[in-house]
Every structure is written in C-alpha cells, then in structure tokens.
C-alpha cells in the first residue's frame, strides 16, 4: 500500500544517547489532515508499521516502540499505520534525522601532543615521533572496530579519541609488544587489546547481532 500522509520531521536524534518513543508519541509527529484519527468511530487504531520503516542502526521498530541507540548519522523514516475495522490503512512516514558529533579540529591536530602529555612526556621529541606511529595503528584498530561509526570524514568524535588516547599510550609505552624483565622489575607487553573502560565505549558504536 502506498503512503498516503504527510511527512513530518521530528527533532534530530543524537549519536550514542538511548531513546523510547511509544506509537502515542510518534503520532505528535503526524499530520493527518482530513484523513482519519484516533478519535474516529471507526479507527481500530495506531502501530507502527515494521517492515515499512528504515530506523536508524542501532534502533529497532516494533508494532508499539521505537527505541534504542542510534550509532549512524543519517536520515531515516519511521512509518506509522492506522487502520479501521474494515482494513482500511493509511501510512504515515515520520522522518527520522540523526545529527553526526561535529568534529573538534583542534583535539585532531593536538592528538600527538595530548598523548604526550598523557604520559607525562610532553616535550619528549622522540616520544612524539613513536606516537606518531601508534596513533595512525590505534585509530585504524578503532575505526575497523566500530566499522567507521562515530567517524566523520575519517575523524573519530570526541568519546571514540579518548579510547584512541588510552590506547596509543599503552602501544607507545612498549612498542616492541615484548614483555621483558630487569631484575625485580617486570614490564608487560602493552597494548594487548581494548581496556574494558575502552570496549564500554566502542559497543555503543559497534553494530552487533541482537
């Protein structure tokens, strides 16, 4: 069946924050017009059509909730239907946008510098030349992790460089990866995977199986 009502944004989503919207809440964003409405003696009543919506990834549709965390800027629909006692349907498709993190320019070049700092070493030439190095290996790591999402134009937003941070310093502090022991002193093999603090924030932009 054809969609045959108004199209009406709603206010953008936001990258990494969970939403619930209940079919009477969606319905604030239709515009029946003359068609039908909920008051009608013969409406059976509102659902949200599944199969007809294109949610955001991250964000599921069922028959009565719209909800989850979107991981994708964008532009979606989600589309509602309501029907009377005689299966007569009308759809309406509520535009969905996904506003991207802006990225921050001056985070982005200061990267080497703020890792630097991080470890205590920021006037260390020599260690900004190895950070170099990890960074561009970390940053890789993540944007294949999280398969690009939380990237604009190839920068990670601002949560995705904090796990970027974390992680370079630990690859830079050793970056031979090969523990080795000095007397009394043992020094590990350094970066070895993500920290859990760092996959608490990768999952939220990570497309994973339900």
Known sequence: ???????????????????????????????????AYPGDSQAIGWSLYVFGSTPPPGMT????????????????VVVLEWANRYNQKTRYNVLVAVAGNEPEPVEVIDAKAD???????????DLVAVIDKA?????????????????????????????????????????EQVASTVGGVTVGA??????????????????RAL
């Open 1 to 35: 069946m054809a969609l045959t009502g108004t199209q009406v944004p709603m206010p953008p989503l936001e990258l990494g924050q969970t939403y619930t919207f209940t079919v009477a809440q969606m319905y604030t964003y239709v515009d029946t017009g003359t068609n």
């Open 61 to 76: 549709v069922t028959a009565t909730t719209f909800s989850g965390t979107p991981t994708e800027a964008g532009d979606f």
């Open 115 to 125: 890792v630097a700092a991080l470890m205590g070493q920021p006037d260390n030439p």
């Open 135 to 175: 960074l561009t290996t970390i940053n890789a790591m993540v944007s294949a992790y999280t398969r690009g999402n939380g990237f604009t134009g190839g920068v990670p937003n601002r949560e995705l460089r904090a796990v970027i941070r974390t992680a370079t310093a630990r690859l830079t502090a050793n970056p």
């Open 190 to 207: 350094g970066f070895n995977g993500w920290s859990l603090a760092e996959l608490a924030v990768l999952n939220r932009y990570r497309k």
